[in-house]
């Protein structure tokens, strides 16, 4: 067994077709299969360090040492590969997000992947990239996506065992995303409680679950056949179901914000003009235009109309994780 200090770059990640709601939350078993888009501009590096004289993991984000809370929750992801590999050593860990501040989004799942993907390296352990996603899994649910570029699902499964990453499509084809950060402050409920809730009081949870397989169905269709406003359309309806699901809680509550129904407007207003665009949002204000790149400058250009100019940031599809060779 060799043990290096190993650097490793992923890329965050947006659902099309959502991740909402655990059949095991222990594990981390989603009760519906998602569908992601990779994005190319936002990425966490990671580096991570075995050491046999550590007496307890350390972990630094942006430079700053962390409190033990985001600690111990590294050090039970550590774990997991502590006891594959049979190393015991405690780590030292090292993360820097390269998310603009303006994003808005969360780092949760380029942090994971990006995690997962350098303890690999460091520990030199035999896991092809979809085992490897088992474990980024861990660390958050959408992480499981993160290991791979362009367009992931992340197949439910039967069992912890095979609920797992598989790449369906590189995206290498005119597809760009504009993301609208209406509010980068924290959420006041997770996407960890609110899932939770959702499930356990919506009566709209169970038709969501239905209908969301049958929409992963289509967008693979869709996919396939690079049918780009099938995909978007796909995207955006299966968004709106999953935030009908928290209006139908009990107590009910929305992630959307006044901001967050401008922006929605305005996507319908710009497809009025003629672009190609459909939203998607996530368990936050924040939301996500899917376009053809073609058309991204002008539809930055065009959303000015709506929104400051540092709230609108533009992407394409992003790449698999990546072994760096140090900080670059
Ligand atoms: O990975 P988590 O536990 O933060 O959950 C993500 C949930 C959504 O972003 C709302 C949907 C998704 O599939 O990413």
Redesign the pocket.
């Given at each position: 067994m060799s043990i290096k200090e190993a650097y490793c770059r992923a890329h965050t990640n947006i659902?099309l077709i959502?991740?909402?709601g655990k059949s095991d939350p222990v594990n981390i078993v989603p009760t519906s299969s998602?569908l992601?888009l990779t994005l190319d501009r936002f990425y966490t590096d990671t580096r991570v360090s075995f050491q046999a004289q550590l007496d307890q993991d350390q972990f630094f984000l942006n430079g700053q040492e962390q409190e033990k809370a985001e600690r111990d929750k590294i050090s039970r992801f550590l774990d997991h590969f502590r006891q594959l590999s049979g190393v015991n050593y405690r780590a030292q860990v090292s993360s820097y997000n390269h998310v603009p501040t303006a994003a808005g989004l969360?780092s949760?799942?380029s942090a994971y992947a990006a995690l997962a993907g350098a303890c690999r390296e460091a520990l030199d352990l035999d896991l092809t990239d979809s085992q490897l996603s088992r474990f980024a899994r861990r660390g958050?649910?959408?992480?499981t996506r993160s290991i791979f570029g362009g367009f992931v699902e992340w197949s439910q499964g039967s069992s912890p065992e095979n609920s797992m990453a598989i790449p369906i499509d590189a995206a290498n084809w005119d597809i760009g995303m504009v993301v609208i950060a209406v509010n980068k402050g924290a959420k006041k409920i997770s996407?960890?409680q609110g899932?939770a809730h959702t499930l356990a009081t919506s009566p709209f949870y169970e038709e969501w679950v239905k209908q969301s397989r049958q929409d992963l169905d289509e967008i693979k269709t869709a996919i396939a056949q690079r049918d780009f406003t099938t995909v978007g359309q796909i995207a955006e309806a299966n968004a709106m179901r999953m935030h009908a699901t928290t209006l139908a809680a009990n107590p009910p509550f929305t992630y959307f914000e006044e901001e967050t129904l401008t922006a929605i407007r305005a996507v319908q207003d710009l497809r009025a003009a003629g672009y190609d665009v459909y939203y998607t949002i996530?368990?936050g204000p924040n939301v996500k235009i899917l376009c053809p790149a073609s058309q991204m400058t002008a539809i930055e250009e065009a959303l000015g109309q709506y929104f400051a100019s540092e709230k609108i940031i533009s992407t394409l599809p992003g790449g698999p994780i990546q072994i760096l060779s140090e900080w670059t």
């Open positions: 659902a959502k991740y909402w998602s992601s969360a949760s799942a958050s649910g959408s992480a996407s960890r899932m996530d368990a």
